[in-house]
């Protein structure tokens, strides 16, 4: 549907037709959207329902049946610099210290030592681990390292960031601590994020645009844009009477898929 796309001129990452199948299961049916440069859009939508999947497929880690994949107007088949895909599971290198699981992507790019330290060091204290830069992976909170495996998507500099609930092994206070900070780096960064959730109230907290997806096959069912007033204190927030009707709206239309 025409309406619901954002302008061709502000969509940074393009999906057009896209579909897919995992043997007889059926993830994707014909899936089309525009995702706004420097806006943070959600993925919503029950488990199963193709979300990880279509991440991965943006982020040209899964191979598509059916459709195209534009970034920045280019068509993309494979991972490539401009994305960076934060992990569920972290996916950190557990052998390696904070600094260098941040500076990694630019490790591999061969940038200097002296350079990309510098650099990891900023995003380190970006996502608020300053002096945490000589620890490993097993010596911090699960929260902790989400925070690195978002500092080392930060280090590389990339346009549009890939995030598959990241929160999701996070326990609930540092969740809400980081959906803050997200909010945050979203306004100081200029990046386009890309965030995986099934999740009404984060969602609707820290979304500028919602994607609502139907269960297998996904497909895209609305498009909410939330407008949410987030410079006030967070815990108004989530008392605001239009962030809680929104929450309302967005589960009388997902309820149906619910057992
Ligand atoms: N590698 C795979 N092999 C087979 N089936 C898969 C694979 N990955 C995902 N699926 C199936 O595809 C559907 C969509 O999965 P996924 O994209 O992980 O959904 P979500 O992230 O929304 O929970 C699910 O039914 C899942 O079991
Ligand atoms: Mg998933």
Redesign the pocket.
Known sequence: MAAELVSPVDAIVKVRGISKS??D?E?LRDVDLDFPRGKLTSLL?P???????LLKIIAGLVPRDAGTVTVNGKQVDKPGPERAFVFQDFALMPWATVMRNVAFGLELRGVAKAEREEKARHFIAEVGLAGFERKYPHELSGGMRQRVGLARALCVDADVLLLDEPFSAVDEQNRRKFQEDLIRLRTSQAKTFIF?THSIEEAVYISDRIVLLSP?PGRVSRIIEPQIDRSGDPDRIHRNQHYLDTVEEIWQGLKQYVE
């Open positions: 995992y043997g299961v993830a939508g488990s199963g329902c193709g979300k990880t999947t995986v297998r």
